[in-house]
Antibody, heavy 121, light 108 residues
């Protein structure tokens, strides 16, 4: 079935780095935009970045720009998020999400279960 | 802060109709999408585009837009609809994505 599975979360010290992965299955991964979205404890959703199916279009939220890098490997059906210079306020559940999109909307129709990132000394 | 504004909490009696709103300038140009999120679960897309429902979403969920306000209407609320509801849309540039802060729906 259509599925996204995140991995790579964990405990990291402030200033450290982490690479999250998202493995896709059950659909033609390369046909879809995909996003990273995070949710801090007790808070709402925060979009971080998206990447087009071919990887040529990438956009970041201001909170991610300069520290986070989104990438994908369509042959491996995988999405990645490289995170550097991590801060305590980056602690959150990180979701990857498949996007259904047009000029008029950007929706996420398939979500992974999330991977938890904790930034603490 | 979010570019989309939602009421933090709304309550509704079982079987009644509730409208959850999402306000923002970008909604004058772009449609909102709506997500349902229950505690400990990933979000679930319930409405996108003008008023489209993904497969498996009951038809008691509907969406609409007027001016800078998008609305999610649940007609005949069920107990299992108790959840947080979050909206998103493209931002005013069209390139970025923004979420509202979410509305916690309580079913009485």
């Amino acid at each position: 079935q259509v599925q996204l599975v995140e991995s790579g979360g964990g405990l990291v010290k402030p200033g450290g780095s982490l690479r999250l992965s998202c493995a896709a299955s059950g659909f033609n991964f390369g046909d879809f935009y995909v996003s990273w979205v995070r949710q801090a404890p007790g808070k709402g959703l925060e979009w971080l970045a998206y990447i087009s199916g071919g990887g040529t279009t990438i956009y970041y939220a201001d909170s991610a720009k300069g520290r986070f890098t989104i990438s994908r490997d369509n042959a491996q059906m995988s999405l990645y998020l490289e995170m550097n210079f991590l801060r305590a306020d980056d602690s959150a559940i990180y979701y990857c999400a498949r996007s259904t999109t047009s000029y008029y909307y950007y929706a996420m129709d398939v979500w992974g279960q999330g991977t938890t990132v904790t930034v603490s000394s | 802060s979010s570019d989309l504004t939602q009421d933090p909490a709304v309550s509704v009696a079982l079987g009644q109709t509730v409208r959850i709103t999402c306000q923002g300038d970008s909604l004058r140009s772009y449609y909102a999408s709506w997500f349902q999120q229950k505690p400990g679960q990933a979000p679930l897309l319930v409405i996108y585009g003008k008023n489209a429902r993904p497969s498996g979403i009951p038809d008691r969920f509907s969406g609409s837009t007027s001016g800078n306000t998008a609305s999610l209407t649940i007609t005949g609320v069920q107990a299992e609809d108790e959840a947080a509801y979050l909206c998103n849309s493209r931002d005013s540039s069209g390139n970025l994505v923004v979420f509202g802060g979410g509305t916690k729906l309580t079913v009485l």
